[in-house]
């Protein structure tokens, strides 16, 4: 059985291994400012193999008046769309090796990476530098729609790992939780709110912009970087992380895991989550 690496993978890795049977590729791109944007931009063209993967209709479900605006997906559909894309929690060759990409600087691609590994699929990776990267290294792109073996994915969801506002409030003013917000500076603030109806942050959460940990072309910063950029959090028995609605704050998540470190728990909800009970 093949070994492959996990959590991040370059260009030239994937384009090594375009035509491995055993690699599925998941085309994340997306803007919330224009829900449609990525699949017309999978349609204009994709890296050869990749199938589509949108935020809203695949990797969240309907938004609830509590809850957030990314409420995760049933994780049965989830399950079943995975495995008609070809992907497979166990097979005699083993699991399906999945690469997910954006352009994003992995904002997209980390919402699946952290699904999957929360599913119990730990064969899967983000593409550092996203589609851009890929397209500057010269490597082809395509407009065909792949064809695939439909294969059985079976979830195994990871108990603790998901934390929910109760949570939150009994927790956050311990002496041993750490709390960190992943969005911008003027929104953790309370400066701007571009999307959620009310501004602000949850009370004793810290900031760390999930963009500090990739740099402007979408290249993950090296291990040694996030050590020390995750530094801080050393004395933390339990680390909690959110954002608006839960995707960007699972590049963070990433980017600790990379560090080496423990992974924090994610509190999916979000400060869309928090203030719609304010």
Same mark, same amino acid.
């Given at each position: 059985?093949?070994?492959?690496?996990?959590?991040?993978?370059?260009?030239?890795?994937?384009?090594?291994?375009?035509?491995?049977?055993? !690699? /599925?590729?998941? *085309?994340? +791109? $997306? &803007?919330? #400012?224009?829900?449609?944007?990525?699949?017309?931009? @999978?349609?204009?063209?994709?890296?050869?193999?990749?199938?589509?993967?949108?935020?809203?209709?695949?990797?969240?479900?309907?938004?609830?008046?509590?809850?957030?605006?990314?409420?995760?997906?049933?994780?049965?559909?989830?399950?079943?769309?995975?495995?008609?894309?070809?992907?497979?929690?166990?097979?005699?060759?083993?699991?399906?090796?999945? !690469? /997910?990409?954006? *352009?994003? +600087? $992995? &904002?997209? #691609?980390?919402?699946?990476?952290?699904?999957?590994? @929360?599913?119990?699929?730990?064969?899967?990776?983000?593409?550092?530098?996203?589609?851009?990267?890929?397209?500057?290294?010269?490597?082809?792109?395509?407009?065909?729609?792949?064809?695939?073996?439909?294969?059985?994915?079976?979830?195994?969801?990871?108990?603790?790992?998901?934390?929910?506002?109760?949570?939150?409030?009994?927790?956050?003013?311990?002496?041993?939780?750490?709390?960190?917000?992943?969005?911008?500076?003027?929104?953790?603030?309370?400066?701007?709110?571009?999307?959620?109806?009310?501004?602000?942050?949850?009370?004793?959460?810290?900031?760390?912009?999930?963009?500090?940990?990739?740099?402007?072309?979408?290249?993950?910063?090296?291990?040694?970087?996030?050590?020390?950029?995750?530094?801080?959090?050393?004395?933390?028995?339990?680390?909690?992380?959110?954002?608006?609605?839960?995707?960007?704050?699972?590049?963070?998540?990433?980017?600790?895991?990379?560090?080496?470190?423990?992974?924090?728990?994610?509190?999916?909800?979000?400060?869309?989550?928090?203030?719609?009970?304010?």
């Amino acid at each position: 059985m093949q070994a492959y690496p996990t959590n991040l993978v370059t260009p030239q890795w994937l384009y090594r291994h375009l035509d491995d049977p055993q !690699v /599925a590729i998941a *085309d994340c +791109r $997306f &803007a919330l #400012a224009d829900p449609e944007l990525g699949q017309g931009q @999978y349609q204009e063209g994709h890296i050869p193999g990749a199938h589509f993967l949108d935020l809203n209709r695949d990797l969240s479900s309907p938004v609830q008046i509590h809850g957030g605006r990314h409420p995760l997906p049933d994780m049965d559909q989830l399950a079943e769309k995975l495995g008609t894309l070809g992907i497979a929690s166990d097979s005699p060759q083993g699991p399906t090796f999945v !690469v /997910a990409y954006d *352009d994003s +600087r $992995f &904002a997209f #691609a980390s919402r699946l990476w952290w699904l999957l590994r @929360y599913m119990g699929h730990t064969q899967i990776a983000v593409l550092d530098g996203g589609f851009k990267g890929w397209q500057a290294q010269g490597y082809p792109v395509t407009t065909a729609k792949p064809e695939a073996e439909p294969k059985v994915f079976t979830p195994k969801l990871q108990e603790g790992w998901l934390v929910d506002i109760e949570y939150v409030r009994q927790h956050k003013d311990s002496s041993h939780v750490q709390l960190i917000d992943s969005r911008s500076g003027p929104r953790y603030r309370g400066e701007q709110e571009p999307i959620d109806p009310i501004s602000g942050s949850i009370p004793g959460a810290v900031n760390y912009f999930w963009q500090a940990v990739s740099d402007k072309d979408g290249n993950m910063r090296s291990p040694t970087d996030l050590q020390a950029h995750w530094s801080d959090l050393e004395q933390a028995e339990e680390v909690i992380v959110y954002c608006g609605s839960g995707v960007t704050a699972c590049v963070n998540l990433l980017s600790q895991t990379l560090a080496g470190r423990p992974m924090g728990k994610l509190y999916v909800g979000g400060w869309s989550d928090w203030c719609s009970y304010m």
